[in-house]
């Protein structure tokens, strides 16, 4: 069984950042391909950004078009922790922003919830104008 921890949401200003952190348990964090996703009200849920596991140390990141170039996902293995770094919000990145593990080594990619085996409780994000 693998937990997942969402912490750093709250509440941002327009043109402002805010980091998001995923604290994982597991004995094979390494191997994990990582990703955000968010559920704005009235929406369906979004993928965000993946850190996808290639084999090895290889590591892909792949993002939303609407989030490239303002938000950055990376790890760190040894903290079992990803990151999600937001910058130039925007009122409507207001979502809760869930974090999402896939352990078995199955997808590359990682921009559909279905491959993913394990979610966060998520953590509020409300950006202002």
């Known amino acids: 069984q693998v937990q997942l921890g969402e912490s750093g949401g709250g509440l941002g200003q327009a043109g402002g950042s805010l980091r998001l952190y995923c604290a994982a348990s597991?004995?094979?964090?390494?191997?994990?391909?990582m990703g955000w996703f968010r559920h704005a009200p009235g929406k369906e849920r979004e993928f965000v950004a993946a850190?996808?596991?290639?084999?090895?140390?290889?590591?892909?990141?792949y993002y939303a078009n609407s989030m490239k170039g303002r938000f950055t996902i990376s790890r760190d293995n040894a903290k079992m922790t990803v990151y999600l770094q937001m910058s130039s919000l925007k009122p409507e990145d207001t979502a809760v922003y869930y974090c999402?593990?896939?352990?078995?080594?199955?997808?590359?990619?990682?921009?559909?919830?279905?491959?993913?085996?394990?979610w966060g409780q998520g953590t509020q994000v409300t950006v202002s104008s």
């Open positions: 597991g004995r094979t964090f390494s191997r994990y391909s």
């Open positions: 999402a593990a896939e352990v078995w080594g199955r997808t590359k990619v990682g921009r559909k919830s279905e491959e993913y085996d394990y």
């Open positions: 850190h996808a596991w290639s084999g090895g140390t290889v590591y892909n990141k």
